[in-house]
């Protein structure tokens, strides 16, 4: 297991990332890794130089909620999660629908 | 066409632009609006390559992720397993790693410099800051045998070793790089049509460079002193610098820091040179790794994160490079509103975009 990594539920999902907020951190990244037919979805988060995660396993057809809300750069790693693993994320602020990735295979790729 | 509103297509080939990114530029009259980026033409997938090759071959292709920033990646990789297999490198590797990161940063930002030159048409200021950059890649290969992908570091340590009459060698190459580097700053920060193209334009202040997630020298040149590095990673613990920022916030505050930083990064080399241990470059590797681990590490353009999850087989399971390119796209794209479609080209490369770490 990842250091400072905090595994929770989906539906707690926002609450948790209000908490990083109102601890004044911001979004370090936020990555997909397919594992068996699942997906973990990590985001990180950071303060100056102090790291926190947050895992989330979800289902392929999982609609994840996005949390542009609470963090604005989030919508790039959200975009990005979308075309390549073909995540469901909604309520993006810029959601490209696809478009972020213009590749000549066919995405999602994983 | 949307109202007065039109769409005008930057990219992805365009002349400021050494890779493809194509940005859809809506405007009215001569104003940007919005600026949607979209990316992708040269995604290679070398994240997903890593459940294909041997944990030990995937270092080549992480160096592969960039050519200007290879040796970063390649640590970056090397240092998340090196962490999950309790591996601890040599003094004297970690030293040689240190010099090699910094040759890399002179080096990207030297050429970061050139190509500024370039996009505000000083041509004769591009090619005398690339004739340093020069002097740095013959270092580079004195050390490494390689210019561009190096392939010196794995895990455990290094490859070859680099002799210290190699490494005293590049003391006096140093300094005719700093030298010719304070000529060329006289250029960039004080030649009255430079700093037209560069003085208050592309202005993020402290707080939206922290909330877009900025990095580097774009994320130190609006004022947040933010220096990974300071994590002590190689050898970075057992050499002095201080964090450079500029206060501006501006492409001329982003130029002042890269600057900076060139000189920095000589003087880093310089003590690394002179308290380089004498005992070996190579740990030796047993096993799988297993688990997972994060290296934040800061390449030339700014923090970069190496995520790796291995389950104790020869093929890892995952590994994922956020690099700061992608993690600036947001703040470039904060930057061009607002901004005239003529200062589009400078604004992009203020940035110091490296398209190929930011679609891997």
């Known amino acids: 297991m990842l250091d400072n990594t905090e595994e929770i539920a989906l539906d707690t999902l926002l609450n948790k990332v209000k908490e990083m907020k109102t601890d004044g951190r911001r979004v370090m990244q936020i990555c997909a890794t397919k594992i068996g037919e699942q997906y973990e979805l990590l985001y990180t988060f950071v303060k100056e130089y102090d790291t926190r995660h947050i895992k989330v396993t979800i289902d392929p057809d999982t609609h994840v909620p996005s949390i542009t809300d609470l963090f604005e750069n989030a919508y790039l790693y959200e975009n990005e999660m979308h075309d390549l693993f073909g995540i469901s994320i909604d309520g993006i602020s810029h959601d490209y629908k696809g478009g972020l990735y213009r590749t000549a295979v066919e995405s999602p790729f994983a | ?360």
């Open chain 2, 1 to 360: 066409m949307k109202g007065n509103r039109s769409v005008i297509p930057f990219g992805p080939q365009h002349p400021v632009l050494p890779e493809p990114i194509h940005i859809d530029l809506v405007v009215e009259d001569e104003k940007v609006v919005e600026a949607i980026p979209s990316i992708g033409f040269v995604h290679r997938g070398l994240e997903s390559l890593v459940t294909k090759k041997d944990f030990g071959e995937m270092v080549y292709v992480a160096e592969r992720i960039c050519g200007i920033c290879s040796f970063g990646h390649g640590y970056g990789y090397v240092n998340a397993i090196e962490h999950l297999m309790s591996i601890e490198p040599t003094d004297r590797a970690k030293y040689i790693r240190t010099i090699l990161f910094e040759l890399s940063r002179m080096h990207s930002h030297i050429l970061w410099l050139g190509l500024m030159a370039d996009a505000f048409g000083f041509e004769s200021l591009f090619m005398e800051t690339w004739k340093y950059r020069e002097k740095i890649l013959d270092m580079l290969e004195a050390a490494t045998g390689g210019r561009v992908i190096f392939s010196i570091i794995r895990i455990g340590g290094l490859r070859k070793d680099v002799p210290d009459d190699v490494l005293r060698g590049f003391l006096p190459e140093l300094e005719k790089v700093e030298e010719g580097i304070r000529a060329c700053e006289k250029a960039f920060m004080s030649d009255p049509a430079v700093l037209g193209r560069l003085k208050g334009v592309g202005y993020i202040s402290k707080e939206d460079a922290i909330r877009l997630g900025c990095e580097g020298p774009f994320l130190r040149g609006s004022g947040v002193a933010i220096d990974n590095r300071t994590r002590g990673y190689a050898a970075y613990s057992k050499v002095d610098y201080d964090i450079i920022t500029s206060e501006d916030g501006d492409s001329y505050g982003r130029c002042y820091v890269r600057i900076q930083e060139i000189y920095q990064s000589a003087d880093i080399i310089r003590q690394c040179i002179e308290n380089i241990p004498g005992e070996g470059i190579y740990v030796p590797v047993k096993g799988f790794p297993n688990g997972e681990y994060m290296t934040v590490i800061e390449q030339p353009r700014g923090g970069a994160c190496y995520y790796v999850h291995a389950s104790g087989k020869k093929f890892i399971e995952r590994m994922r490079v956020r690099t700061p390119t992608f993690a600036n796209v947001p703040a470039l794209a904060q930057m061009l509103k607002g901004c005239d479609v003529a200062d589009v080209p400078i604004l992009v490369v203020t940035v110091d975009p490296c398209i190929s770490c930011t679609e891997r």
